[in-house]
């Protein structure tokens, strides 16, 4: 393991948590949107994470654990989904310009699946993994300076 390598874990970790933070604020902002640009209610965001390797990860069940790909090198964000499989909130409001005007859903105005508890608990998930990667960054800081001044006498 190199001399930078924990640090460089410790920011795409950082890095990685900050996108997440933008996207729940986003999910935060739309809450109340029923009407986007590409129509309909706003749907909600998340953020789909997997770990960087120089290799592909995989594991044959057959080989021994001391033959797989060994630790990884932080994490990447593979890709922000929409999250389609939440249902919308439906709630009855005719005088809602969005309200359905016809169909079993007259009068119904349909309001994102963002749950502001859930993405508040979200975010202080995130914030704390942000400053937990941080305190990683400052404690090998720390640890340098030190051997710096150890290595100067």
Same mark, same amino acid.
């Given at each position: 393991? &190199? ?10 970790? !950082? ?12 999910? !935060? ?12 209610? #706003? ?17 044959? *069940?057959?080989? *021994? ?8 090198? &932080? ?9 389609? %499989? ?13 309200? %359905?005007?016809?169909? *079993?859903? %007259? &009068?119904?105005? #349909? ?43």
């Amino acid at each position: 393991m &190199g001399l930078f390598t924990s640090i460089n874990i410790a920011s795409t970790g !950082m890095s990685a948590q900050r996108l997440r933070t933008d996207v729940i604020a986003n999910n !935060m902002a739309n809450v109340n949107t029923t009407r986007t640009n590409e129509g309909g209610p #706003f749907y909600g965001s998340r953020v789909i994470m997997r770990p960087r390797v120089q290799q592909p990860y995989w594991r044959s *069940p057959f080989l *021994p654990k001391m033959l797989d790909n060994g630790p990884g090198e &932080g994490v990447r964000v593979a890709r922000v989904e929409k999250d389609t %499989k939440t249902e919308l909130r439906k709630v009855y409001d005719p005088d809602h310009p969005d309200a %359905k005007l016809e169909g *079993p859903d %007259k &009068g119904y105005v #349909f309001y994102p699946n963002v749950d502001t508890v859930t993405e508040m608990v979200n975010l202080i998930d995130a914030n704390r993994m942000y400053e937990a990667s941080a305190q990683i960054v400052e404690g090998y800081k720390s640890m340098f300076q030190r051997a710096l001044e150890i290595g100067g006498r």
